[in-house]
């Protein structure tokens, strides 16, 4: 696709390469798109992105989305980069120091570092500190994730209320979302966390949370764009290529940065908070760390 689109550019129309460029540098997020997000995305509308997969060669959009899902799996696939490793490996001069890490490790720990620093560098300290001031003004806080996802929404939550700040979390799908959103009012949030998949339930959260007034802060690796003005803030924390590191990690760390600065605004909340978790746990534990026994009803 991307030699492709290196090809056909020269030959488009402006609106056409602006179309391109996305579908060439957010190739998974368009995977998933309709042409309108993908239209709103690039500014320029649904007719030139379904011109723009004409022009690229393809019959339609549903085409050339195929294309580029069998490209994002052959790139993202662990055995695929496996393989590019170890013949990389085979072709370079072994330097046996004694303590050379293997190189399938090394390459998890060099991917977690390229994560973790381009993480940073996207930060904006506007959007930062605007997501800070949402967490902290919520009445209450509902996390959304799916899958991987739904562990860090819960996380989010756990850590949220530990805090002394109502929060909660679901990965439900059907009508179990359906009962999770009840509750959901003007003076909540929402905190998205939907790394680069467009998924049925998203929009129904989106579009629930726009119905009722709650603010929503979307953590993805791409899908900012799409979203536009239907979410508050969008932070990004972009996702390993490889599949060596997990899922959420740039996301954990970006989490635990907001909770950081949040629990610093209200340090005597956290405290309490906290003296109220350990006391709560010593009822729970004798001395000798075993669980204490039940007590006997007072007619016993």
């Known amino acids: 696709m991307t030699a492709r689109i290196g090809r056909c550019l020269p030959a488009l129309s402006r609106a056409e390469r602006l179309v391109a460029e996305y579908l060439r540098d957010h190739g998974r997020a368009a995977i998933f798109a309709t042409a309108e997000q993908i239209g709103a995305a690039t500014r320029t509308s649904d007719a030139t992105v379904v011109r723009t997969a004409k022009s690229l060669g393809f019959t339609g959009l549903l085409e050339l989305r195929r294309s580029l899902a069998e490209e994002v799996v052959l790139q993202t696939s662990p055995s695929h980069h496996l393989l590019h490793q170890t013949a990389l490996n085979q072709t370079r001069p072994h330097h046996n120091g004694g303590g050379a890490p293997d190189p399938v ?14 993480t940073w560098r996207l930060i904006s300290s506007a959007g930062f500190d605007r997501a800070v001031d949402l967490m902290d003004d919520a009445r209450e806080v509902l996390g959304f994730g799916l899958g991987p996802s739904g562990l860090l929404a819960r996380y989010l939550g756990l850590r949220l209320t530990r805090m002394g700040r109502r929060a909660r979390a679901t990965g439900s799908t059907g009508f179990q979302l359906a009962d999770d959103l009840v509750g959901l009012g003007p003076d909540d949030l929402v905190v998205l966390y ?34 536009g003005s239907r979410v508050d803030v969008a932070l990004t924390a972009p996702q390993s290529v490889s599949n060596f590191t997990g899922e959420m990690l740039s996301a954990e760390v970006l989490t635990d940065a907001l909770l950081l600065r949040l629990a610093s605004r ?23 760390g075993r669980t204490r026994p039940p007590r006997r009803g007072r007619g016993a």
């Open 105 to 118: 490790v090394a390459q998890v720990f060099t991917e977690a570092a390229e994560r973790l620093s381009a």
């Open 194 to 227: 939907v790394p680069s998949r467009l998924l049925a339930e998203i929009e129904v959260v989106l579009d629930h949370a726009g119905a009722v007034g709650a603010r929503v802060l979307l953590i993805s690796s791409s899908l900012g764009p799409l979203f």
């Open 266 to 288: 209200d340090e005597t909340r956290a405290t309490k908070t906290s003296e109220l978790l350990t006391s709560l746990r010593s009822e729970l534990v004798q001395g000798d």
